[in-house]
Nanobody
Framework: QVQLVESGGGLVQPGGSLRLSCAASGSIFSISQMGWDRQAPGKQRELVATITNEGTTDYVDSVKGRFTISRDNDKNAVYLQMTELKPEDTAVYYC???????????????????WGQGTQVTVSP
């Protein structure tokens, strides 16, 4: 069984910063891509940032230059440093990871996408 748990959300004023953290745990053989997506009220979920296990990153245009994704492979963790926050960044943020699960004595052949439960980020005066 695999779990992703996020932390670090909250209320911040426009122009402020927040750092989101997410740790994967459980029966994990390997993790390839990790990332963050978000869903604002009444809007479609969008992918915000991704990072490969080699450290290659990608961002949606609206957060480029303001958000930074990073990961710690030893801790199976991914982070999202958010700066210059805007009211339109308000959303529930979900971490995601492409994980190859393990079992006693081996690993599954396939890898699957997993998501955390989400953490609320509210940007408001």
């Amino acid at each position: 069984q695999v779990q992703l748990v996020e932390s670090g959300g909250g209320l911040v004023q426009p122009g402020g910063s927040l750092r989101l953290s997410c740790a994967a745990s459980g029966s994990i053989f390997s993790i390839s891509q990790m990332g963050w997506d978000r869903q604002a009220p009444g809007k479609q979920r969008e992918l915000v940032a991704t990072i490969t296990n080699e450290g290659t990153t990608d961002y949606v245009d609206s957060v480029k230059g303001r958000f930074t994704i990073s990961r710690d492979n030893d801790k199976n963790a991914v982070y999202l440093q958010m700066t210059e926050l805007k009211p339109e960044d308000t959303a529930v943020y979900y971490c995601n990871a492409h994980i190859r699960p393990s079992f006693i004595g081996g690993a599954y052949a396939g890898a699957y996408n997993y998501w955390g439960q989400g953490t609320q980020v509210t940007v408001s005066p």
